[in-house]
């Protein structure tokens, strides 16, 4: 069974940074793509960006380029999300997700439970 743990969300300053990590187990992730949503109150989850897991190829939404970055180390079957510049419009719940497909928005079939991201101005 696929799971999910997202870590590395806190309080933060409009400019800072933070990185969160989603670690996975449960299985291999080969031809697995794994992504980042993200959720504020009041609205609806939204994609933030993607990383396939075998290829290392990206796709980004485009308020995401240039600021955030994914990574993932296939060793330690873990996924980064690394955030600079932070805004406080980027205060959310973020989750880790992952499909067994090699796509990247939409279709995900296993999430994390999320991490909070504060961003003060």
């Known amino acids: 069974q696929v799971q999910l743990v997202e870590s590395g969300g806190g309080l933060v300053q409009a400019g800072g940074s933070l990185r969160l990590s989603c670690a996975a187990s449960?299985?291999?992730?080969?031809?697995?793509?794994m992504g980042w949503y993200r959720q504020a109150p009041g609205k609806e989850r939204e994609f933030v960006l993607a990383?396939?897991?075998?290829?290392?190829?990206?796709y980004y939404a485009d308020f995401a380029k240039g600021r955030f970055t994914i990574s993932r180390d296939t060793a330690k079957n873990t996924v980064y999300l690394q955030m600079n510049a932070l805004k406080p419009e980027d205060t959310a719940v973020y989750y880790c997700?992952?499909?067994?497909?090699?796509?990247?928005?939409?279709?995900?079939?296993?999430w994390g439970q999320g991490t909070q991201v504060t961003v003060s101005s």
């Open positions: 997700a992952a499909k067994h497909r090699l796509s990247y928005e939409g279709g995900y079939e296993h």
């Open positions: 449960g299985r291999s992730f080969t031809n697995y793509t």
């Open positions: 990383i396939s897991w075998s290829g290392g190829s990206t």
